[in-house]
T-cell receptor, first 115, second 109 residues
Framework: EAQVTQNPRYLITVTGKKLTVTCSQN?????MSWYRQDPGLGLRQIYY???????DKGDVPEGYKVSRKEKRNFPLILESPSPNQTSLYFC??????????????FGEGSRLTVL | GQNIDQPTEMTATEGAIVQINCTYQ??????LFWYQQHAGEAPTFLSY??LDGLEEKGRFSSFLSRSKGYSYLLLKELQMKDSASYLC??????????WGAGTKLIIKP
């Protein structure tokens, strides 16, 4: 089954404790992206990657890191989480050629709470 | 700046028709998209418009007017399962997706 898998789905952590949210897709997609979704603000892009070893900042990259060592994986790293990073996070992927059609495939989301 | 506006919330009756509007101001335009998102779930792709006019897909239709920076999503024969948020998004000149905050649609029996 074609899917984007994120882990963990839910996490409560404390300020400053490094964490990683993993994202994996099995569709051989070149493009992957991380979003955060907050009430009233819509989806905001954190980082994206057009292919292996290629990453770029989105609209709200501060406080986050990513890597793209393999095509299927695109982990999101919070080196020192803060309460303002409490949010719902989505990983998404797409074929690069389909970017202009906008059909992104989303993971189920990771709800992160930073105390 | 780039901006996408859509109503925060709408209510409609089962079996009726509802139109969700979206207006946008972006640096360039390479397409407009509608996604559906049920509460607590991931967004799923509904439609894509790049040329002016109406695209019909079953009970859902999407309209675009590039000159007016305007789109709408039309849902017919509403069902309870259509209760969800509907997200409007535009691809700008750099092929980056700009998202609206979403419209929460409440369907009443």
């Amino acid at each position: 089954e074609a899917q984007v898998t994120q882990n963990p789905r839910y996490l409560i952590t404390v300020t400053g404790k490094k964490l990683t949210v993993t994202c994996s897709q099995n569709m051989n997609h070149e493009y992957m992206s991380w979003y955060r979704q907050d009430p009233g603000l819509g989806l905001r892009q954190i980082y994206y990657s057009m292919n292996v070893e290629v990453t770029d900042k989105g609209d709200v990259p501060e406080g986050y890191k990513v890597s793209r060592k393999e095509k299927r994986n695109f982990p999101l790293i919070l080196e020192s989480p803060s309460p303002n990073q409490t949010s719902l996070y989505f990983c998404a992927s797409s074929k690069a050629l389909d970017l202009n059609t906008g059909e992104l495939f989303f993971g189920e989301g990771s709800r992160l709470t930073v105390l | 700046g780039q901006n996408i506006d859509q109503p925060t919330e709408m209510t409609a009756t089962e079996g009726a028709i509802v139109q969700i509007n979206c207006t946008y101001q972006t640096s360039g335009f390479n397409g407009l998209f509608w996604y559906q998102q049920h509460a607590g779930e991931a967004p799923t792709f509904l439609s894509y418009n790049v040329l002016d006019g109406l695209e019909e897909k079953g009970r859902f239709s999407s309209f675009l007017s590039r000159s007016k920076g305007y789109s709408y999503l039309l849902l017919k024969e509403l069902q309870m399962k259509d209760s969800a948020s509907y997200l409007c998004a535009v691809t700008d000149s750099n092929y980056q997706l700009i998202w609206g905050a979403g419209t929460k649609l409440i369907i009443k029996p």
